[in-house]
């Protein structure tokens, strides 16, 4: 069975990941973060936030609104230009993308791509625009018409001279905003990898034109750096240069730091770093009427800024990190193996199980005060029920860095064993040492 598929289950039975409206049949690729999968992605998130907002002093964070002046999608060329190519099949009434039509099944015979199963009638590519449309207040007309954003970066451009003048922020600076984007997407699919409604994660830094391709090199170099550093294997990570046919219209560079998912996906974009110039700003200028330029008053000029632009998908970027971190084992000693989840422990949902090895002689009640303890500082799991061999692989199976049992030597000397997920090492240490000791491991 493929990795994607056991982790669908995996997801579905622990609580990372269930489908949306599940009872009354699911809705077609939207998906619903359960109590794992939440943490999660908080934590992901928050890796992020503190990497380009909290740590630097200079990028500000923003949260801007989903619903923008529909002027701004003109502006930004999504009204005209955010189309993906789309064929109907006559004969099964699938709609495919033109240009992903390898990565589509034919809808009559599965084991081929749509085009090439001898019944196949594609219909000549027509330009499809990917911006879901609703109406703002109760009338609906033509006027009222409104869009879900389709990317987060417009509400950091028309927010720029805000954000740089509230702040006195000076270029080279950056704005980055984590929110919610939606786009009605002709294939989705793929479990998380490809929804309409998804998150971003988005930065923009604004510099000096001339300047622009040093700093793209440095955004691509420090993106990939964190992507690492989240523990995603090296050898399966790289970039994916844009080629003439493949970059946007306004964009001088971009690059896509690719992640291999395996099987039938193989690498795939988790984040993209573009050099977009002074499109945004320009345009925003020219439909707003607005001046948009910065003032350097330290060396007397004035200029609308250039934009490098790093744009990753927490939803995505999970996805890549549940892939990466599967693995199923052969335990020494036992028949039965286990199934690891061996994320970086900073990103772990549970960064600790507790357990009483039994349920007697105080055992419960000392563990419980451990936990209790515990909980104040990160997520920790108690859990009396079951051999305590099953309590230790359902905290393998979610990612669970730490096992810490309370036994009869607990009763003594009150040292309890620290079991580490991934060597399986057992050590004894004091209670009252465990919280110091697993925030320093997970780097919390
Ligand atoms: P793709 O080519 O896969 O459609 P894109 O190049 O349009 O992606 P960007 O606009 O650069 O994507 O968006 C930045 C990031 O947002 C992507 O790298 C991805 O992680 C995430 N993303 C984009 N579209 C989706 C989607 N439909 N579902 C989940 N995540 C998405």
């Known amino acids: 069975m493929d990795v994607l598929e056991k982790l669908v289950s995996l997801c ?156 006195r922020q000076r270029v080279p600076f950056g704005i980055a905003q984590i929110g919610k984007s939606f786009r009605n997407e002709i294939t989705p699919g793929n479990f998380i990898f490809r929804t309409r409604e998804f998150e971003q994660m988005e930065m923009q830094f604004f510099v000096e034109p001339g300047t622009d391709m040093e700093w793209f090199e440095k955004w691509k170099a420090w993106r990939m750096d964190w992507h690492r550093s989240n523990g995603l294997s090296p050898e399966r990570l790289r970039y994916h240069q844009h080629g003439p046919t493949e970059l946007a219209h306004y964009a001088r560079a971009a690059f896509d730091i690719e992640f291999d998912f395996g099987g039938s996906l193989g690498f795939q974009e988790i984040e993209g770093i573009h050099n977009r110039g002074d499109f945004d700003l320009s345009r925003h200028q020219e439909y707003s009427n607005k001046r948009l330029e910065y003032v350097d008053q330290a060396n007397n000029k004035r200029y609308i800024p250039f934009v490098i632009e790093t744009a990753a998908g927490p ?81 393998d199976e979610v990612g669970t860095p730490y096992c810490l049992t309370v036994d009869g030597q607990t009763m003594q000397d009150g040292t309890v064993t620290l079991r580490d997920r991934d060597t399986l090492q057992q050590e004894r240490i004091a209670a009252d040492r465990v919280a110091d000791l697993i925030r320093e491991r997970i780097g919390a």
């Open 315 to 395: 939803n995505r970027t999970l996805l890549a990190l549940l892939v990466n971190a599967y693995r199923e084992e052969a335990v020494e000693g036992e028949t039965e193996g286990r199934v690891v989840l061996g994320f970086h422990p900073a990103l772990a949902p549970i960064k600790a199980g507790v357990f009483p090895l039994v349920k007697k002689d105080g055992m419960p009640e000392f563990a419980d005060k451990l936990a209790h303890d515990l909980r104040k500082q990160f997520p920790v799991f108690y859990d009396e029920s079951g051999a305590i061999g099953r309590r230790y692989r359902r905290q």
């Open 12 to 167: 579905k039975r622990r609580g990372f990941v269930f489908q949306s409206s599940e009872i009354y049949g699911g809705l077609g690729s939207v998906w619903d973060y359960g109590p794992l999968g939440i943490e999660l992605k908080r934590n992901l998130q928050e890796r992020w936030w503190k990497a380009m907002v909290r740590s630097r002093d200079d990028i500000e964070g923003i949260d801007t609104a989903i619903l923008m002046h529909p002027r701004v999608w003109e502006a930004s060329g999504h009204v005209g230009g955010f189309v993906d190519p789309l064929v109907d099949c006559k004969t099964c009434k699938g709609r495919f993308r033109a240009d992903k039509l390898e990565d589509a099944q034919c809808l009559r015979k599965p084991s081929k791509h749509p085009g090439e199963f001898s019944e196949c009638q594609l219909t000549e590519p027509r330009q499809f625009n990917l911006m879901f449309k609703t109406h703002i207040g109760p009338v609906e007309d033509s006027a009222a018409v409104i869009y879900l954003r389709p990317e987060t970066a417009q509400g950091t451009y028309v927010n720029f001279l805000n954000v740089q003048q509230s702040t």
